[in-house]
């Protein structure tokens, strides 16, 4: 994995040196994806070679075009190169597109050519959609993309993961609508093209399981509440109850907010605290024995006072 995402990304060259537009490398062999209607614009076609240039180091090659991965400009819209990848050059990860919708991503195309090294640009996926060729697309909308992000990645910040690649912008309708609709290629079907490509299949995406402890870097959006929290606690740190109706978060926002937090010390001595999670519906003095609180179906209190002399 590269330190910064864009220092898998190369840009594709025409023959006169102007960018037509983005790639990025996907494997540790040389392998880069792109749009085939980028490589049709910078000359190029299956078995023939393309001028690219890597954003991590400036160097330029001449890469070769692999025919059994070229899927038309009016399908898929995938081409793959092959390139020798540059010692600072590494392939990013790819992961999975499944439950991406209402996310925001990052990608990073070259909109004004030679003018500036490249932007970034912010979306958010919005819908997939089926096309009647039989595979899908992500909606994304965006006021960033446009004609020169054809063949970016889609990056999740949080995963660091590239869930899809750019391959084209609306243009507005009559009504001067569909401006900021544009659409990426999903890992998925670039897997299909190419069998050598890998998904992670790690995937932050809970649904409607609670996060606990060790979801902490993907729970986000509740800060304020955290913080909440973590003062009542300065208060009185003796007790806290986080009350709410069913299925609104409050597991999720004590396990992977609040602990997570104390274990980072976010009150004096609090990363040396001892934690014990126990679930009212599940047995929980049993839970509480299980978890080292010895006797604690007997008498709860002896229990705790002796696992506090014992901490």
């Known amino acids: 994995m590269p330190k910064e995402f864009t220092d898998s990304i190369v840009r594709i060259l025409s023959p006169d040196g102007k960018t037509v537009g983005a790639g990025f490398v996907v494997h540790e062999k040389g392998l880069i994806v792109t749009c085939t209607h980028v490589v049709e614009a910078a000359g190029g076609k299956p078995g023939s070679r393309v001028k690219i240039r890597f954003c991590a180091t400036g160097e330029e090659q001449e890469v070769y075009i692999v025919p059994e991965y070229w899927r038309t400009s009016d399908a898929e819209d995938v081409a793959i190169l092959q390139a020798s990848l540059p010692k600072k050059v590494a392939p990013i990860v790819l992961g999975s597109s499944i439950g991406v919708e209402e996310r925001t991503f990052i990608t990073f195309g070259f909109p004004l050519g030679e003018e500036l090294e490249g932007l970034k640009g912010e979306c958010k996926v919005i819908g997939r959609i089926e096309t009647k060729r039989g595979f899908s697309l992500l909606q994304l909308h965006s006021t960033q993309v446009t004609s020169g992000f054809s063949g970016a990645p889609l990056l999740d910040n949080l995963t660091k993961r590239v869930v899809g690649m750019v391959t084209y912008i609306t243009i507005p309708d009559r009504y001067g609508r569909l401006v900021e609709t544009a659409f990426a290629i999903p890992t998925e079907t670039l897997r299909e093209v190419c069998r050598d490509l890998q998904i992670s299949d790690f995937c932050p995406y809970r649904g409607l399981d609670p996060f606990t402890e060790s979801d902490a870097e993907f729970f986000f959006g509740r800060e304020r509440a955290v913080d909440r929290l973590v003062e009542s606690l300065r208060r009185e ?29 976010a009150l004096p001595g609090s990363d040396r605290w001892g934690i014990i999670i126990a679930r009212p519906a599940d047995i929980p003095f049993q839970q509480l024995e299980d978890r080292g609180l010895r006797g604690a179906s007997e008498n709860l209190a002896k229990a705790i006072q002796a696992w506090l002399d014992n901490h």
Do not use: N
């Open 237 to 265: 740190p003796r007790f806290l109850a986080v009350l709410g109706p069913s299925g609104s978060g409050k597991s999720s926002l004590v396990q992977a907010g609040l602990i997570s937090r104390l274990r980072k010390g």
